[in-house]
């Protein structure tokens, strides 16, 4: 009789590369905790620094510069965005071993200037949702938050008063930073499309999806309410018939099912949120300054000031008007232009606009902001 030979165990080449891979990708994980918690202690030595000449700890101007030059050094395949949102959170969790700032927005949770704030100050901060921008000005001025982000103007709607009211109201408030976000809408349900009959929705969600609501759902009844994220909390208590136009991240928040993504009619749909505050931003030799004046209710005075702007050779991002409230008839102008109010052209400018504006304010220079989608 004779006897079996002992089986051979048959090595499979795919699993030992995948092992491989995995043991070389624990590896690199082990070093990157590493050089994490290694980065953090040297930020949390410069918080030291900043502490003792009392400079504040979020530095927008600098951030800007690490995040430029990541992207300069970025070269795949991750894309831009995604390192960058990697990074946000990064410097958020060392910034808050220095102090964990505190931060207003427009809420509730889950609203667009709620994500607009998460992606310029990660999450690592101690987040306030404040029903009003009145509120919002109102607690930075009293300083019970570092830090706020208001809504400035979309590129489909454009301006927003109330915003512009309340650097009126406000002139020492600042802006120190920007954020442009890139405002996907998308249809929230948990009924089914055929059942959809009512849609709630903020009054400018509503008019940026205006065309596509007409053509997809042209009986169904819409409602303004007071924010996108209330009209998802709305009808997760209201499922039947409803459905709310929000964001991504309130879908996930609420789980509630996204029924249409990506229903703005304009693809470059985009709202420029300011980030306010006390302090000034430092140059980075890539910023804009945001001034506030008033002029003469006289022939061609506008004229004059715009003449101001060309002699120095300073080109305008944004103008806008505003009524004010002061003086029937009169108007306060908004105006951004490029460079920082530290930069000879613009000290230039600013002194020149002095002599012919009634009131000037300069409400801050700030680095620009890259476009998060």
Same mark, same amino acid.
């Given at each position: 009789m004779t006897t079996p030979n002992k089986a051979t165990v048959q090595t499979d080449p795919e699993n030992c590369d995948?092992?491989?891979?995995?043991?070389?990708?624990? $590896?690199?994980? @082990?070093?990157?905790?590493?050089?994490?918690?290694?980065?953090?202690?040297? !930020?949390?030595?410069? &918080?030291?620094?900043?502490?003792?000449?009392?400079?504040?700890?979020?530095?927008?101007?600098?951030? @800007?510069?690490?995040?430029?030059?990541?992207?300069?050094?970025? *070269?795949?395949?991750?894309?831009?965005?995604?390192?960058?949102?990697?990074?946000?959170?990064?410097? $958020? $969790? $060392?910034?808050?071993?220095?102090? =964990?700032?505190?931060?207003?927005?427009?809420?509730?949770?889950?609203?667009?200037?709620h994500v607009a704030s998460m992606a310029r100050f990660g999450q690592a901060v101690e987040f306030h949702p404040l029903s009003s921008i009145s509120m919002i000005f109102e607690e930075v001025e009293r300083k019970h938050v570092d830090f706020a982000v208001v809504p400035l103007e979309n590129s489909t709607d454009g301006r927003i008063t109330d915003t512009l009211d309340m650097f009126v109201r406000l002139p020492q408030i600042r802006i120190c930073a920007?954020?442009?976000?890139?405002?996907? *809408?998308?249809?929230l349900a948990i009924c089914s499309e055929s059942q959809i009959k009512h849609i709630y929705s903020k009054p400018q969600a509503l008019s940026q999806c205006r065309g596509w609501l007409s053509k997809t759902f042209p009986e169904a009844v819409l409602h303004e309410i007071s924010s996108t994220a209330a009209a998802a909390q709305y009808i997760?208590?209201?499922?039947?018939?409803?459905? !709310?136009?929000?964001?991504?991240?309130? !879908?996930?928040?609420?789980?509630?099912?996204?029924?249409?993504s990506n229903i703005e009619d304009s693809?470059?749909?985009?709202?420029?949120? !300011?980030?306010?505050?006390?302090?000034?931003? =430092?140059?980075?030799?890539?910023? =804009?300054?945001?001034?506030?004046?008033?002029?003469?209710?006289?022939? &061609?005075s506008l004229a004059d000031i715009l003449n101001i702007f060309k002699q120095t050779k300073i080109n305008l991002t944004w103008i806008e008007s505003f009524p004010s409230r002061q003086v029937k008839g009169e108007y306060v102008f908004f105006v951004e232009f490029e460079g920082h109010k530290l930069d000879e052209q613009a000290k230039m400018a600013l002194e020149l606009l002095s002599k012919f504006c009634d009131q000037l304010t300069v409400l801050g220079s700030f680095p620009l902001a890259q476009l998060v989608d």
């Open positions: 995948m092992q491989k891979i995995r043991m070389e990708i624990d $590896s690199i994980d @082990e070093k990157i905790v590493g050089l994490i918690n290694r980065r953090a202690e040297l !930020a949390s030595s410069i &918080g030291q620094i900043k502490a003792m000449r009392g400079e504040g700890i979020f530095n927008p101007a600098r951030e @800007e510069e690490v995040l430029q030059n990541l992207l300069h050094h970025n *070269h795949g395949p991750l894309s831009n965005s995604n390192l960058l949102a990697i990074y946000r959170e990064i410097i $958020s $969790s $060392s910034r808050a071993l220095q102090h =964990k700032l505190k931060v207003a927005f427009l809420g509730p949770e889950y609203s667009f200037s920007e954020v442009r976000l890139r405002v996907h *809408h998308h249809l997760l208590e209201n499922t039947e018939g409803t459905a !709310a136009i929000a964001s991504r991240e309130a !879908a996930v928040r609420y789980g509630l099912r996204i029924a249409y693809p470059d749909n985009e709202t420029r949120f !300011a980030v306010i505050g006390t302090h000034d931003s =430092k140059r980075t030799g890539r910023d =804009k300054t945001a001034i506030m004046f008033q002029i003469p209710h006289s022939p &061609g």
